[in-house]
């Protein structure tokens, strides 16, 4: 009786996710079809959260968030919503078994947002764990789709994963979070005063999570494997683009791939993929 609401709702998701994201609709396209739909209903859950606290300017943002996070609740509790993203989204916790404890940390994520614009490095690893690792877990649940072993022997690598991403985009919108937002995410930097050992500190940083995203990325079942892949070819050409780049510029600018690059990474892997040398 609720197919048609059902698909209408996963549909508001899917479309969420293309207008918000190329490379991630990109990515998610080369899934099979099976999970297609349940990674677009945890990508619109974690959009909308993140709209909330960062575009919302001139409404009352913590009320909002805070009513988002009840109705997530409801949601999930009855097992159905008015909200279609939040319909969606209950659909695939009781699906694919996501914790309670990882909605929990990306909501307490989000809500730091409105209460901190600097991070000391504690509380920057809880931003880190809770906006982005908690994220590539519960992709991680359903690419696993019930096997235990499997999620728990990819857990470290898909909290790297989701870790380089975020922090990526830190350097990337580095000009934006501080200009409409007063935020510096990265602990010790001063936005004014961005060096190049500051910038080649993070790189680093981000480095070390690429190499353990790898690991995993090549172990993921088949299903999911190309999609990752392909994001994270995506974001690793960014990360490059960005390494390239000097501290000054890299403050100034938004360092972007440009639509013709993602199309050719895009066959490029695929033909990695089809002759496996990932």
């Given at each position: 009786?609720?197919?048609?609401?059902?698909?209408?709702?996963q549909?508001?998701?899917?479309?969420?996710?293309?207008?918000?994201?190329?490379?991630?609709?990109?990515?998610?396209?080369?899934?099979?079809?099976?999970?297609?739909?349940?990674?677009?209903?945890?990508?619109?859950f974690?959009?909308?959260?993140?709209?909330?606290?960062?575009?919302?300017?001139?409404?009352?943002?913590?009320?909002?968030l805070?009513?988002?996070?009840?109705?997530?609740?409801?949601?999930?509790r009855?097992?159905?919503s008015?909200?279609?993203v939040?319909?969606?989204?209950?659909?695939?916790?009781?699906?694919?078994?996501?914790?309670?404890?990882?909605?929990?940390?990306?909501?307490?994520?989000?809500?730091?947002?409105?209460?901190?614009?600097?991070?000391?490095?504690?509380?920057?690893?809880?931003?880190?764990?809770?906006s982005?690792?908690?994220?590539?877990?519960?992709?991680?649940?359903?690419?696993?789709?019930?096997?235990?072993?499997s999620?728990?022997?990819?857990?470290?690598?898909?909290?790297?994963?989701?870790?380089?991403?975020?922090?990526i985009?830190f350097l990337?919108?580095?000009?934006?979070?501080?200009?409409?937002?007063?935020?510096?995410?990265?602990?010790?930097?001063?936005?004014?005063?961005?060096?190049?050992?500051?910038?080649?500190?993070?790189?680093?940083?981000?480095?070390?999570?690429?190499?353990?995203?790898?690991?995993?990325?090549?172990?993921?079942?088949?299903?999911?494997?190309?999609?990752?892949?392909?994001?994270?070819?995506?974001?690793?050409?960014?990360?490059?683009?960005?390494?390239?780049t000097?501290?000054?510029?890299?403050?100034?600018q938004?360092?972007?791939?440009h639509?013709?690059?993602?199309?050719?990474?895009?066959?490029?892997s695929?033909?990695r993929?089809s002759?496996?040398?990932?």
């Amino acid at each position: 009786m609720l197919d048609l609401y059902n698909t209408t709702c996963q549909e508001c998701s899917r479309l969420i996710t293309k207008r918000y994201s190329t490379s991630f609709s990109m990515g998610i396209r080369a899934f099979n079809p099976k999970i297609r739909m349940p990674i677009y209903a945890i990508y619109g859950f974690v959009r909308f959260a993140d709209e909330i606290v960062d575009t919302f300017h001139g409404y009352p943002k913590a009320e909002l968030l805070e009513r988002f996070r009840q109705d997530t609740y409801t949601a999930i509790r009855e097992g159905i919503s008015l909200n279609p993203v939040l319909h969606s989204f209950q659909e695939v916790v009781h699906r694919y078994g996501i914790e309670q404890e990882l909605i929990d940390a990306f909501l307490e994520s989000m809500e730091m947002d409105l209460h901190h614009n600097f991070y000391g490095s504690e509380l920057y690893e809880k931003y880190i764990y809770g906006s982005a690792e908690v994220v590539g877990l519960m992709c991680l649940r359903v690419f696993c789709d019930g096997d235990r072993a499997s999620f728990d022997h990819l857990k470290s690598p898909a909290r790297s994963l989701g870790a380089a991403f975020q922090k990526i985009n830190f350097l990337r919108d580095l000009k934006s979070d501080f200009d409409d937002r007063g935020r510096v995410y990265f602990p010790g930097v001063d936005f004014t005063h961005f060096t190049q050992a500051d910038k080649k500190r993070i790189e680093t940083e981000i480095k070390r999570d690429f190499d353990d995203a790898y690991l995993g990325i090549v172990q993921l079942p088949k299903s999911a494997r190309f999609g990752v892949y392909l994001a994270y070819v995506y974001y690793l050409n960014l990360f490059k683009k960005i390494r390239r780049t000097a501290a000054a510029k890299v403050k100034e600018q938004r360092i972007r791939v440009h639509d013709g690059k993602k199309i050719y990474l895009l066959f490029s892997s695929a033909l990695r993929m089809s002759l496996n040398m990932l």
